[in-house]
């Protein structure tokens, strides 16, 4: 297991309450977080956020405030495979490449520096597509930027198909923190203070999140694999 200089360590996400959902252990640790999304084209979200981050009770938040492209739910279900944006599309969607190059530009700049990124998994968690974009925009800068990446251990039932094909590709290494209830506790609140908050409430996090390196095809995991399986209903408007 490699050492973690959480002093030149970063999370990025989606949207602003993933940093918390997915990446609990993690928030008090590192000296950044990104988060990508404000609002839907139509949406009325971004002010809700906005004040979360003003009232963020941890240094190094950094809010790009991005239009999101509106793909959530547009993923070739039941069975969707990955693609180098993310999760293949149903159709044509110019938003979602547009979304990708914007967040690839501000990442480039912001993740400078860094020496380790924790980002979303290449399946989006439970299949949100914005979550797949981001993890592909992170990792086309893996070896530009010079840093370790590793992804959140979140699966949701109708995503294990694509999570045992990216397992499939190899795990180079696994780093595992323990949850401060406390924590997770003051920044739900601040979400919900805000009405942004948009996951189930309440919500009960396991009590250590593991993370995960991707590696080499030729790679076989020694060793077992603590992914965090999310029962929930079949993907909807986010």
């Known amino acids: 297991m ?3 200089d959480f002093s030149r360590a970063a999370i990025v996400v989606a949207h602003p309450d993933d940093e918390v959902l997915w990446f609990g252990s993690l928030v008090p640790k590192v000296s950044r977080i990104i988060l990508c ?3 839907e084209a139509a949406g009325t979200a971004r002010e809700g956020r906005r004040a979360v981050v003003e009232e963020y009770p941890f240094s190094g938040i950094e809010f790009f405030d991005l239009v999101q492209p509106g793909s959530y739910t547009k993923a070739a279900w039941p069975n969707p495979t990955l693609g180098p944006l993310g999760l293949v599309l149903e ?3 110019p938003a979602h ?3 990708f190059t914007e967040i690839v530009a501000r990442l480039r ?3 400078h520096g860094m020496t380790a990124v924790f980002t979303h998994n290449p399946w989006g968690e ?3 597509e914005e979550h797949a974009l981001v993890y592909a925009a992170v990792n086309s800068l893996k070896e530009e930027c010079g840093f370790d990446l590793y992804v959140s251990p979140y699966v949701g039932s109708v995503m294990l198909g694509v999570c045992r094909e990216v397992v499939d590709r190899g795990i180079d290494d696994t780093i595992r923190f ?3 209830p406390a924590v997770t506790a003051k920044i739900t609140e601040l979400y919900r203070k805000h009405n942004v908050w948009t996951w189930f409430h309440p919500w ?3 009590d250590e999140e593991s993370f995960f390196r991707l590696g080499r095809g030729d790679r076989v995991p020694t060793r077992s694999l603590a992914f965090e399986i999310i029962e929930m209903p079949p993907p909807k408007r986010r």
């Open 37 to 39: 999304y404000g609002m």
């Open 97 to 99: 490449e547009q979304s």
């Open 204 to 206: 009960n996090w396991p």
């Open 178 to 180: 323990k949850i401060d």
């Open 109 to 111: 700049q912001s993740l």
């Open 91 to 93: 159709r044509p969607h």
């Open 2 to 4: 490699r050492e973690i």
């Open 126 to 128: 439970y299949g949100h």
